[in-house]
């Protein structure tokens, strides 16, 4: 068990439609990563947010958005759902951002199924 | 920009028969390598760093990887392998952003089986 909690586990929606996505990173980690896992695209980098501010963004399409609240719990929003944005959405944490030696902590992640 | 490759997407091994899982990486300044283990439906897990010193590596269930500058590679051994190392290994690289804010860049990742 990493620490880090995601919800929900399964989640099947229909094209157009938003869904959102829940994490809770290890207790003390301040930083959370969004990671999108599909199979023609691999492990791709989304978004990522240190005591609740944007720090980097990755290949994160305009539809979607993430934040992070004061608890530092992060959702990442999806709208106007399409077929393609079927995946497994990774949240993973660390205990800093700058410049600790950069291993993550990863849930279990969210498996999205757009049909 | 940093990269890292992984030019095998399976590997098969027979069990109790050494494995090596390949990576090499492109990067500007010090790399720092991390290897990843996938089970089905679950997380990634992290197996082991380099980030300076001994070129060998130790880590988690009996994996080592070794980092080899000139080659620039890092790849992920274990002497013996178990048919629960089955499983989707990642290798990543981090990389610093603008601000300093790092993150990690993963390869395509490799799939191990290991045959009874």
């Known amino acids: 068990d990493s620490g880090v909690t995601q919800t929900p586990k399964h989640l099947i929606t229909a094209t157009g439609q938003r869904v959102t996505l829940r994490c809770s990173p290890r207790?003390?980690?301040?930083?959370v990563y969004w990671y999108q896992q599909s199979l023609d695209q691999g492990l791709q980098f989304l978004i990522q947010?240190?005591?609740?501010?944007?720090?980097a963004k990755g290949n994160i399409l305009e539809r979607f958005s993430a934040q992070q609240f004061p608890d530092l719990h992060s959702e990442l929003n999806l709208s106007s759902l399409e077929l393609g944005d079927s995946a497994l959405y990774f949240c993973?944490?660390?205990?800093?951002?700058?410049?600790?030696?950069?291993?993550?902590?990863f849930g279990e992640g969210s498996r999205l199924t757009v049909l | 920009a940093q990269s890292v490759a992984q030019p095998e997407d399976q590997v098969n091994v027979a069990e109790g028969n050494p494995l090596t899982v390949k990576c090499t990486y492109s990067?500007?300044?010090?790399?720092?390598l991390f290897w990843y283990v996938q089970y089905p439906n679950r997380g990634l897990q992290f197996l082991l760093k380099?980030?300076?010193?001994?070129?060998l590596v130790k880590g988690s269930y009996g994996f080592e990887a070794e980092f080899n500058k000139s080659q620039t590679s890092f790849h992920l051994k274990k002497p013996s392998a178990l048919v629960s190392d089955s499983a989707l290994y990642f290798c990543?690289?981090?990389?610093?952003?603008?601000?300093?804010?790092?993150?990690?860049?993963f390869g395509a990742g490799t799939r191990l089986a290991v045959h009874p």
């Open positions: 993973a944490s660390s205990v800093t951002s700058g410049t600790n030696t950069g291993e993550l902590f």
């Open positions: 207790s003390g980690d301040l930083s």
């Open positions: 947010y240190y005591n609740g501010e944007e720090r």
């Open positions: 990067v500007s300044g010090n790399p720092y």
């Open positions: 380099y980030i300076t010193g001994d070129n």
């Open positions: 990543a690289v981090r990389d610093i952003g603008t601000g300093g804010y790092n993150k990690l860049i």
